[in-house]
Structures are given as C-alpha cells and as structure tokens.
C-alpha cells in the first residue's frame, strides 16, 4: 500500500478488520486508547476510507499500469 499498489484493495480489506477491531472487540472498553478503547482503530478506519475513496493518486504503481485487465 505505501507503493500504491492496489491501494484501493487493500484499503477496502482493511475497512473491514478495522470495523471489527472498533465495533466488536474496543467499543465495550469506551472511547480512550490508553484504556484500550476504540480512538486509535477509529482513526484509522476513517484513514482507510478516505484512502479507499482518494486512491494512489499520481505517483503511484497502479497509475502506471495499463488501464485494461
């Protein structure tokens, strides 16, 4: 993903393990991280789809790939 290479793949995989690690195993422990809360999975969940939505923009691998599969 740091290449950009099937950024949106992978971000749509993670979307899914974030959800569960923020809504089935932290969100019973409240909201602070330091007690082991859901802010820190939640932030990153909100990363993963601002990345699944936005893509690898220009500089990435999958920008150089022909468009055709």
Known sequence: MALGFLTRFVAIQLIGLLAVATFYIHLKNGFLWIKGG????????????????????????????????
């Open 38 to 69: 859901y802010e820190y999975p939640l932030f990153w969940l909100v990363v993963m789809i601002a990345i699944f939505f936005k893509g690898g923009d220009r500089v990435s691998i999958d920008n150089s790939l022909p468009k055709e599969f």
